[in-house]
Each structure stands twice: as C-alpha cells, then as structure tokens.
C-alpha cells in the first residue's frame, strides 16, 4: 500500500491557487487543498494523509476524516514536520511506501532517513494536473458514447420531452 503524507500548508504555500485563496480565506484553501487530495485519492489509490502546523489552528490536537481524506492538525507545541516525521516511522512497514509531499528541504532529508519518498509541492502539482487532465478525456470519451436519439427532434420538442420524463407539465 502507498500512503501520501502531505505538508498541508506547505502545499497551500506553494500552489498558485492555493495561494489566492488563502489570502481571502485560510479555511477554504485547507478545505480546496483537501478536496484536491481527496480526488488524487480516488484515482490513484493511494491513503492520503494531510498535516497541518497547530500554530495556524489555536486549540488542542484534532483529527478528522473529510472526503474519505484523514486531516491532522497537530498539538499545540507540535509542528507539521515532527508530526510528518513520527507518521513515517509508525506507518512505514515492509507492505507500506511512505510518500511526503513537501517542499520542505530540511524535512526532505528527514524523511529520506525514515525510509519514505519524497515528493516536492511543484511535482505534486504537475501530478495532480496529469491526473485532472486523464478525468477529463475519461469523461469525453464517455460522454461521446451516450446513445444519440435515433430521431432528430428539434430544440424545442427535445425540451417538451424532457419535462416529460421529469414528470412535468
């Protein structure tokens, strides 16, 4: 099994579009962050983890899951990299791949010692994009095989049978 532990707010510090929304709203960046996360869950199968420093989050340790994503925000005297670092040792087995998603260079080297892989904010970037990009054309192609109706109608009839089939007048 791959697991990708994520450096939330390094990511959110590094992604263009993270970075707008951030400075209108902390939460709905983390919220965006965890939503793009959710779907590289689904397509690549990977667990996904994300970590996120207590210093931005005033409060004691919370944990939750969020579209199938387990979020972390750490204690209050715990950063995102101790939390990311201790992670990646309890998780790391001979079954398990380790994945940290960080910019981080000090926390890149950590990681390295504890065995898991290290990928940077801009190559998960261009990961995601991939991904989004292989949806997309999986979508079309799909849409392109929908039964086309065998009779031509026009707009207007086409509407009139809609309401039909959704039960109005």
Request: net charge neutral; no cysteine; proline share 1%.
């Amino acid at each position: 099994m791959d697991i990708l532990i994520v450096d939330g707010y390094n990511i959110i510090g590094a992604w263009a579009e993270l970075i707008e929304l951030k400075k209108k709203d902390l939460a709905a960046a983390r919220d965006r962050l965890i939503e793009i996360m959710a779907d590289y869950q689904g397509y690549t199968g990977y667990k996904v983890i994300v970590v996120f420093d207590a210093y931005e989050v005033k409060g004691v340790e919370k944990k939750y899951r969020k579209h199938k994503i387990d979020v972390i925000f750490t204690k209050a005297e715990e950063t995102a990299d101790e939390r990311i670092e201790k992670l990646a040792r309890e998780l790391s087995n001979i079954r398990t791949q380790i994945h940290v998603a960080t910019s981080d260079y000090t926390e890149q080297w950590a990681i390295f010692g504890q065995g898991a892989l290290r990928i940077s904010a801009r190559e998960l970037l261009i990961e995601v994009e991939a991904i989004d990009r292989k949806i997309g054309k999986r979508l079309e192609s799909t849409r392109e095989k929908l039964p086309v109706s065998k009779i031509p109608l026009s707009d207007e009839v086409a509407a009139i049978f809609e309401k039909w089939r959704r039960g109005e007048k």
